[in-house]
């Protein structure tokens, strides 16, 4: 999903966790340092309450987010969360005795709520602001496109699938000129595949590219990712697809407990595909290399 997308989402709780994964591939290749601010932000701040709810402050301190400490408590002011930006600078500048910090993780836990709003609402509030690297894909490895980086590097002997699909949708995401139709039918296919088992079909249906949701089915079976393509035409049966964005987020709302359930587990059988529709993807590529540029 793009920006956008993201702040249409209608489980705006979602929105933060949603973003700060769009922006893995950004951190890994600029680090903090090469983010604009609102992302730094959204990452300091998301990047502590994950790791309290998953392992608590022990887990935060242990990891490399650690080394980002000190600035949580500005990030934390910037968010009208000046309470907790105190508290946090004590456990910070603390000899981290177990008491205290179990204190402060249940002042996290009784304001994640109201936060993870606070963050959705400050994004919202400045969609322009936050760029992502990889042309937003989740699903793969983080790969840095120099301008004068050609097709023949990219397709190099060891280069692994996973560098080499976003190495090529990169690329095409900058292109002004139009795409031939193999570089069209790899980008629907690379998409679809990545967007589905990275967030999931109702991911991929809901943001304005799944209006692509067809032709990207058509393309993940041209090139031989045959159960990629079954993968996603099972998730078009599921709900009254339309190409019309609104129409198909109002068809997304409407769907039963059981049926979003049924169309969430695709998620995981598109994960499971991973490998196989990398190579085949990667070869179908390889076939084509000179209609590619």
Known sequence: ?????????????????????????????????????????????FE??????????????????????ELVPEALLELGFAPLARAFRVVVASTRHPAALQAFEQQVDAVSEPLLSKL?????ARPTEFHFANAGLCAFRPVEIPPEFSLDEVFADGVPSDAILPALYIRWAARSTPLSAPERQLQLAIHAFAEISDEGPVSYFFSAKGSD??????????????????????ALSLFQWSADVATRRAALAALDVDAR?????????????????????????????????
């Open 120 to 124: 959705s609402a400050w994004v919202a």
């Open 213 to 234: 949701a067809p032709q990207a089915k058509e393309a993940l079976e041209a090139s031989g990712a045959t159960e990629a393509a079954r993968v996603l035409g099972k």
């Open 1 to 45: 999903m793009d920006v956008p997308d993201l702040i249409a989402w209608p489980h705006h709780l979602d929105v933060p966790g949603m973003l700060f994964r769009r922006l893995l591939s950004k951190h890994a290749l600029v680090g903090l340092e090469g983010m604009t601010r609102p992302e730094q932000v959204l990452w300091l701040v």
């Open 261 to 293: 359930a049924t169309l969430g587990k695709l998620q995981w059988d598109m994960d499971a595909l991973r490998e196989p529709t990398l190579e085949q993807l990667v070869a179908f590529a390889r076939q084509h290399r000179s209609s590619l540029k």
């Open 48 to 69: 502590l309450c994950e790791e309290i709810a998953n392992g608590g402050l022990a887990q935060y301190f242990g990891n490399s987010s650690a080394e980002r400490a």
